[in-house]
């Protein structure tokens, strides 16, 4: 992999931002020019221009995808932070050794069970609904998307 700087920072998904998207609004457009200019076949086109909404509405839900990549990323961001706060260290070894299923459920615990249950799925490895049937004392999290 290249070394990252400000010319290459930005990702694309080559087949979906340039190939899918324009060939779906292309089609659309001329879907649309079809029901306008053929009236004889107009149910097909209508159809056809449906269809093809439909494609483009979901290719545009994968945003959605992305944003949940972003928020389990913020989620290990969290985990990495309380750890120092709590430990004093770092936690690259420690989070390698977790899955994000135990990441993502040690976070509605608060720091003193939060302890206890970082060492179960360490030396036990509990699986995070494990992990959140344990806690006591619930930290709701109301910003999860």
Do not use: C
Request: glycine share 2%; proline share 3%; charged share 25%.
């Amino acid at each position: 992999m290249k070394q990252q700087n400000y010319n290459n920072h930005r990702k694309f998904y080559p087949p979906h931002h340039f190939i899918y998207l324009p060939i779906l609004i292309i089609l659309e457009i001329f879907g649309i020019y079809k029901i306008v200019s053929d009236p004889g076949n107009q149910l097909i086109w209508i159809l056809f221009s449906i269809v093809i909404f439909l494609l483009f509405y979901l290719a545009f839900m994968t945003r959605q995808h992305y944003a949940l990549g972003l928020q389990n990323r913020m989620v290990i961001l969290e985990f990495r932070q309380r750890y120092f706060e709590i430990f004093n260290m770092r936690s690259d070894e420690t989070v390698e050794k977790l899955r994000f299923d135990q990441i993502a459920a040690l976070r509605f615990a608060y720091d003193d069970e939060f302890k206890e249950l970082l060492y179960k799925a360490l030396h036990e490895n509990i699986s995070g609904d494990d992990i959140k049937r344990s806690i006591k004392n619930w930290k709701a999290d109301r910003l999860r998307i």
